[in-house]
């Protein structure tokens, strides 16, 4: 029987766990939570914290798996890609990770590309203010090492930088922020699947946000107007 672990074992897994279970696969779940509700459909329970990349290899190793995933789990996702690199799984590498999930790798990589915008990694508030007075306001701030939008800020004026500067320094794990120039213009996600090096558009969908200064996601619309 073929194994797959899946990292998190919160209820945005159940889902997959489920679905991987019904398929007559092995399912090996990890969660830090020794009460995470995926654990009840499990045939390996992992209480290790789904960021431990080491633990979770030797449990890979011990258990024999063929396969890593997640849903929804930005958090578990260095830890897949460790594992694909380390037993040569299918899968994402970490360096395809790291450039996904990581704001500031993320905008390097596209530097060179027509989507590229100017942008500035910043140690401290004063290098946001010399950024501000090299492209002028408005510019976003965000976190280089968060998802779902969480960690971003729209500033229209040096007290709004100042401001929102500290709050996001204090939630940050890199202590870095990244600042850019705003884009004007409706938002727009595009999911997708890509199997053997070939990507299909399953859907494109219009966000509803909550508008400045923070652009919370408060619903989707598509197919979009």
Known sequence: ??????????????EIIRK?????????????NSNAPGFKYAD????LDTQDYLGC??????????AITTSAAHHALTTIGYVNDKLGLYG????????CTNKDLFRKKLVNSKYSIKYKKCND???????????????????????GSRGVVS??????VRTFYDCLKKESNSGKVLCEEYVQGQEYSIESITTNNKTKI???????????PYFVEIGHVTPPH
């Open 92 to 99: 994402h590498s970490l360096k395809t990770i790291n450039h």
């Open 125 to 147: 508030v004063d290098e946001v203010l010399e950024f501000t007075d090299e492209i002028g306001f408005p510019i976003i701030m965000k976190l280089t090492d968060s998802s």
């Open 155 to 160: 500033c229209q004026n040096d007290h709004e």
């Open 57 to 66: 290899l030797k449990q890979s190793e011990e258990i024999g798996i063929d």
């Open 20 to 32: 991987a279970s019904s398929l007559g696969l092995s399912v090996a779940v990890v969660d830090k």
């Open 202 to 212: 399953i859907a494109i969908t219009e966000k509803c946000t909550s508008g400045r």
């Open 44 to 47: 390996y329970k992992i209480n």
């Open 1 to 14: 029987m073929q194994k797959i672990m899946v990292v998190g074992g919160g209820r945005s897994q159940i």
